[in-house]
């Protein structure tokens, strides 16, 4: 088993659950890193970077940084991380979310009302792919001329950190000198969105570097694009495997909520972080010495039977509680957890609203990635 080969990541289930019970603190001398499995010690990691820091990189690729910016967010640890998100948390605090309510409530109604029932339709490409990136590229204030390429970007830029291939790499590369031209314009001729606020921000009164500019555009980019994607297709996904599940949302639409909690925790669309420890560490009885990487299995924690009980490996959309880590913990928890949630929320709302079954019309085509788990393509039957 290599944990870097995408072929593993397309069902790594069975093994999640032998290093769950076998081995949940695990070395591997292929992929030169420990993978951790347990839901417990994922936390325990995410809650203290001191001793797993961040700063030597969260994907464990040669080029990371040259994808994501070499001074982007993703590789700060305390006090330089705290700074830097204070910048653009004002954007995603739960007032100013919902404040988005109606814009993408108005998105969704317009990509599902062209919908035929009972006619197939590949779900990616109708909804999940359009929305999100519609939402971001409002927030971040791109042209509505530059969105489609919006989408060849932002999907170079998760090949290139998982299966990387030298166009993909280019086109990132494209990605960032698009970002360095707005982010120029926006600092002489600032407009009401995203780019200007962090285009025009500064750091105990310094103003950011271009490298940092960019670093922030392009991860704001991707999170808020590629996470809601994989929610909204594994969603649908699980409703058309569950149709019992899909009956109890049809018959009480109050249960959505909880759904698109207990849909993070099925899909958990980012399926993986790493942390380097700072220092030697045991853990569980394992010598992790200091310059390790730490793989956190999220994946692995979202079913770990010792949190989540006999019914972890069971779809539950009254699930109560549920603390799922599809969105990481500590400092590093997702800014933008509360934009995928209202997504997802509305999105399920207005599906409900028109649909009460779920079928699926073809073989759905999983993403080949070692970080997301998503779905390129989705053909389903609604009715």
Known sequence: ??????????????????????????????AQLWTIARH?????????????????????????????GAESILFMDPPDHQRQRKLVSPAFTPRRIAALEDRVRALARQLLDDIAAGQPVDVAPAVAEPLPMLVIADMLGVPAADRDRFKLWSDAMIEAATEPREETYQLAFEL??????????????????????????????VPLTNAELNGFCMTLLVAGNETTRNLI???????????????????????????????????????NFAR????????????????????????????????????????????????????????????????????ARIFFDELLQRFSTVELAGDPERLRSSLMRGLVHLPVTLN
């Not at 081995?23 to 591997?28: E, I, L, Q, Y």
């Not at 360095?180 to 921000?201: F, T, Y």
Request: charged share 25%; glycine share 8%.
């Open 1 to 30: 088993m290599n944990v870097l080969d995408t072929d593993f990541w397309l069902d790594p289930y069975p093994e999640f659950a032998r290093l769950r019970s076998e081995s949940p603190v695990a070395w591997h001398d292929d």
């Open 40 to 68: 417990d010690d994922v936390m325990r990691i995410s809650r203290d970077p001191a001793t797993f820091c961040s700063g030597q990189g969260v994907l464990p690729m040669d080029r990371e940084r040259e994808i994501t």
């Open 176 to 205: 960032w000198g698009y970002f360095e031209k707005i982010i120029q314009q926006r600092l002489v001729d600032p407009a009401d969105d995203l780019i200007s606020v962090i285009a025009h921000a500064e750091v105990d009164d």
């Open 233 to 271: 297709t594994g969603g649908v996904e699980a409703l058309a495997r569950h149709p019992g599940e899909l009956q109890r949302l049809v018959t009480d639409r109050a249960l959505v909520p909880s759904a698109v909690e207990e849909m993070l925790r099925w899909v958990t669309p980012v399926m």
């Open 276 to 343: 380097t420890a700072t220092t030697d560490v045991e853990l569980r009885g394992e010598h992790i010495k200091e310059g390790q990487m730490v793989f956190m299995l999220y994946g692995s924690a979202n079913r770990d039977p010792e949190v989540f009980g006999p019914s972890a490996d069971t779809l539950d959309v009254g699930r109560q509680p549920n603390p799922h880590v599809a969105f990481g913990f500590g400092e590093h928890f997702c800014m933008g957890a509360s934009l995928a949630r209202l997504e």
